[in-house]
């Protein structure tokens, strides 16, 4: 079992970055898969970066590819969101996810059912 806590968030202004960490204790940390997801006032937990046990894949939504970058440090146990030209629809609490599922270790994985521990999130707040 694995214990999360994501760290990083804040409030910023459209076009801002903001990084975020996932911070892993408890068994090896490159025996999980982990994803990002991130959940709206009334909306959805919705997927937002997966990154597979060694950082080799990293599947995004299309609403943040290109702006926003997954990375993993095994030897650090952390697992980073790097949220680039912030917009206000970015707006959430952002959560990080572990799986040790053998697809989801080689090639990350989308679903929030994918994913059996999950840390208590982190708000973002991004304004005009």
């Known amino acids: 079992q694995v214990q999360l806590v994501e760290s990083g968030g804040g409030s910023v202004q459209a076009g801002d970055s903001l990084r975020l960490s996932c911070a892993g204790s408890g068994r090896i940390f490159s025996t999980y898969a982990v994803g990002w997801f991130r959940q709206a006032p009334e909306k959805e937990r919705e997927f937002v970066a997966g990154i597979n046990w060694n950082g080799g894949v990293t599947p995004y939504s299309d609403s943040v590819k290109e702006r926003f970058i997954i990375s993993r440090d095994n030897a650090d146990n952390t697992v980073y969101l790097e949220m680039n030209a912030l917009k206000p629809e970015d707006t959430a609490v952002y959560y990080c996810?572990?799986?040790?599922?053998?697809?989801?270790?080689?090639?990350?994985?989308?679903?929030?059912?994918?994913?059996?521990?999950w840390g208590q999130g982190t708000p973002v707040a991004v304004s005009f």
């Open positions: 996810a572990a799986s040790s599922d053998l697809s989801c270790l080689r090639y990350g994985c989308q679903g929030p059912t994918d994913y059996i521990y």
